[in-house]
C-alpha cells in the first residue's frame, strides 16, 4: 500500500514542472510580392516569352527570412518566414510583373503549349538584410534567349542587384525593404529586356 501511494505520489511530481513555461511566439508568413506602379494591356502583336523555372543560389531556397550577422555568419528565422520557397514566389512574381509591363502578347510559366519567341532564365543570387550595413539585399542574374533563330541567340545576359534601407527595426520593415528591392530589380530587368528585344 505504500509502495502503491509512493508511486503515485512520483508520478504526479513527474507531471509538473519547477521550470516557468515558454512564452509563446507567434509565427509569421510573408508574402514574397512585388507590385507594380501599373499595369499595362498586352499587344496581341508582341512577343510571347517564356519565363523558366527561377534557379536559387545554396541556401536561398529556405523559407525563413535570412540574415547577415555583424560577425558575418548567417541565421535564417524560424518564425518569421515567407509563404513559399523564395525561388518560387520571385518566379512568380516576375512574370506577373512582366505581364503588366505591356511589351508581351504573353508571358508563359514552363509547360505551356504555345511557341515562345523568347525565353527568360534566371538565378535568385541574393535575398537577405545584412546587419553590417542594415540594408536588404536582392540580386537577380538573367539570361534571355531567342529559341527560334538559326543558332539560338543570346540577347541579354546580366546580373540586377537592388539594396534598401528598412525605415524601421522588426521583420515588418524587412519583409517591406525586400518587396521594395525585389520592385526595383524587377523594374531594371523589365528595362533591359525591352531594350534588348527592341535592338534584336
Known amino acids: 500500500m505504500i509502495r502503491r501511494s509512493l508511486l503515485g505520489g512520483a508520478l504526479a511530481f513527474a507531471g509538473c514542472s519547477v521550470m516557468p513555461p515558454a512564452p509563446y511566439v507567434e509565427?509569421?508568413?510573408?508574402?514574397l510580392t512585388a507590385a507594380r506602379p501599373a499595369t499595362l494591356p498586352s499587344p496581341p502583336s508582341g512577343p510571347v516569352l517564356l519565363v523558366r523555372t527561377l534557379r536559387a543560389a545554396p541556401g536561398l531556397d529556405a523559407r525563413g527570412l535570412r540574415t547577415i550577422r555583424p560577425d558575418g555568419s548567417t541565421?535564417?528565422?524560424?518564425?518569421?518566414?515567407?509563404?513559399?520557397?523564395?525561388?518560387?514566389?520571385?518566379?512568380?512574381?516576375?512574370?506577373?510583373?512582366?505581364?503588366?509591363?505591356?511589351?508581351?502578347?504573353?508571358?508563359?510559366?514552363?509547360?505551356?503549349?504555345?511557341?515562345?519567341?523568347?525565353?527568360?532564365?534566371?538565378?535568385?543570387?541574393?535575398?537577405?538584410?545584412?546587419?553590417?550595413?542594415?540594408?536588404?539585399?536582392?540580386?537577380i542574374a538573367i539570361l534571355l534567349l531567342a529559341p527560334k533563330a538559326a543558332q539560338r541567340r543570346i540577347l541579354l545576359q546580366r546580373s540586377f542587384t537592388a539594396e534598401v534601407k528598412p525605415v524601421s527595426a522588426g521583420a515588418a520593415a524587412i519583409v517591406a525593404a525586400t518587396r521594395q528591392a525585389l520592385a526595383n530589380v524587377f523594374s531594371a530587368i523589365e528595362s533591359a529586356l525591352a531594350a534588348a528585344v527592341s535592338g534584336k
Open 27 to 31: 509565427k509569421h508568413d510573408w508574402p
Open 75 to 139: 541565421t535564417v528565422d524560424f518564425y518569421e518566414q515567407w509563404s513559399a520557397p523564395p525561388p518560387l514566389a520571385v518566379e512568380d512574381a516576375l512574370r506577373r510583373w512582366l505581364a503588366g509591363s505591356g511589351a508581351f502578347a504573353a508571358v508563359l510559366a514552363p509547360g505551356s503549349r504555345l511557341s515562345a519567341d523568347l525565353v527568360l532564365e534566371g538565378e535568385l543570387t541574393a535575398l537577405w538584410f545584412d546587419q553590417r550595413r542594415d540594408l536588404v539585399r536582392v540580386a
